[in-house]
Nanobody, 120 residues
Framework: QVQLVESGGGLVQAGGSLKLSCVVS????????MAWYRQVPGKQRRLVAR???????NYADSVKGRFTISRDNDKNMLYLQMDSLKNEDTGVYYC??????????????WGQGTQVTVSS
């Protein structure tokens, strides 16, 4: 199975920056796309950014030009650089990975989340 652990969340003023990290561990056969999701009270968990080796990165419209997702396969790390933060960016950020523990057995895995709070 796959374990994901996020870090880097915290309190930041609007206009500031923050960088989130996610470390991947466990026993798995293959690791596919990875992504960052955000969830706020009263709303469904929504995709913020996704990265795939054969496709590249894609972002939610609300964060385009401000957030950058990156991946270090050798270190089993996923990152999200967040710049020009807005109050609307506040929420719990979850690391997501699509992985296979064996050939033909794929599923989504989730971290516990890290809180990001942007104050005005």
């Amino acid at each position: 199975q796959v374990q994901l652990v996020e870090s880097g969340g915290g309190l930041v003023q609007a206009g500031g920056s923050l960088k989130l990290s996610c470390v991947v561990s466990g026993s798995y056969y293959n690791l596919g796309a990875m992504a960052w999701y955000r969830q706020v009270p009263g709303k469904q968990r929504r995709l913020v950014a996704r990265i795939q080796s054969k496709v590249g990165a894609n972002y939610a419209d609300s964060v385009k030009g401000r957030f950058t997702i990156s991946r270090d396969n050798d270190k089993n790390m996923l990152y999200l650089q967040m710049d020009s933060l807005k109050n609307e960016d506040t929420g719990v950020y979850y690391c997501n990975a699509y992985a296979a523990v064996r050939v033909g057995s794929w599923r989504d895995y989730w971290g516990q989340g890290t809180q990001v709070t942007v104050s005005s």
